[in-house]
Nanobody, 125 residues
C-alpha cells in the first residue's frame, strides 16, 4: 500500500506564499512521476503541476505559471509545491498524486494511481 500525505496548507493573504509538501511512504516503486491538482468548491479538480521521476519534465498550468514551482527530493520521497504571489482564486484543496513509471506528461487526473487526502489552501483578499 502507498500513502501520500500532504502538509503545508493554511490561510494566507493575497500576495503571500506557501510551500506544500507531500511525503510518499509504504510500498515504493523504482520510478514514479508526481503531480499536484486542486479543487475549489463547486468546481472540477484541475491540474496544477507535474514532475517526472528524473526531474527532466516539469510543467505547470497556465493559471499558475510564473508563480508556482514544483520540485521533488527522491532521496526523501517528498514532493513540493512552492506557491508565491497567491491570489484568492488559488483557494482550493490541493492534492498530490503519484503515477507509476517514468511518465513525461501528467495533466490528466485519471492517469494517476494514488492520491493524498488533500490540504486546504485559503487565500484572503
Amino acid at each position: 500500500q502507498v500513502q501520500l500525505v500532504e502538509s503545508g496548507g493554511g490561510l494566507v493573504q493575497a500576495g503571500g506564499s506557501l510551500r506544500l509538501s507531500c511525503e510518499v511512504s509504504g510500498r515504493t516503486f523504482s520510478t514514479y512521476a508526481m503531480g499536484w491538482f486542486r479543487q475549489a468548491p463547486g468546481k472540477e479538480r484541475e491540474f496544477v503541476a507535474f514532475i517526472s521521476w528524473s526531474y527532466v519534465y516539469t510543467y505547470v498550468a497556465d493559471s499558475v505559471k510564473g508563480r508556482f514551482t514544483i520540485s521533488r527530493d527522491n532521496a526523501k520521497n517528498t514532493l513540493y509545491l512552492q506557491m508565491n504571489s497567491l491570489k484568492p482564486e488559488d483557494t482550493a484543496v490541493y492534492y498530490c498524486a503519484l503515477k507509476r513509471g517514468s511518465a513525461s506528461v501528467g495533466g490528466s487526473w485519471s492517469s494517476y494511481d494514488y492520491w493524498g487526502q488533500g490540504t486546504q489552501v485559503t487565500v484572503s483578499s
